[in-house]
């Protein structure tokens, strides 16, 4: 079944969203839009969103990206999603590289693996 992904934005947007609710939209390969009450990530959108689907992100805490395969990461789209939104970007070491020329350093972080739970507040 094919969906309309601006509509699908739209809705996950006007969900009025509890402290222990989550909300998510896959977007195709690897995406996907999560929302909880108070933060929005967006996980490895790859080119998984057109120009108009970007435009309908109301609000986006966080880019990750995961590593630097195609239907992961696109460096165009990336700063396309960036300029749109200004979220803080997690990036593999590859993509960070592509990316450190164009992003304020306030807003990137280069990710490192991590084989234990690094920070798990309430817990």
């Known amino acids: 079944m094919k969906y309309n992904k601006v509509e699908a934005i739209n809705a996950l947007f006007s969900f009025k969203l509890r402290d222990s609710d989550l909300v998510f939209l896959f977007l195709g390969y690897s995406g996907i839009l999560l929302r909880s009450k108070d933060v929005t990530i967006l996980i490895d959108p790859g080119k998984g969103l057109t120009h108009t689907e970007v435009s309908a992100i109301k609000?986006?805490?966080?880019?990750?990206?995961?590593?630097?395969?195609?239907?992961?990461?696109?460096?165009?789209?990336?700063l396309e999603i960036f300029k749109q939104t200004r979220p803080h970007i997690v990036a593999d070491v590859v993509s960070s590289e592509e990316l450190k020329a164009y992003i304020p350093p306030r807003n990137a972080n280069k990710s490192r693996p991590c084989l234990k739970v690094c920070n798990t507040p309430n817990r």
């Not at 609000?59 to 992961?72: A, E, K, P």
């Open 59 to 78: 609000h986006l805490d966080l880019l990750l990206f995961t590593h630097n395969h195609w239907d992961h990461f696109k460096k165009d789209h990336a």
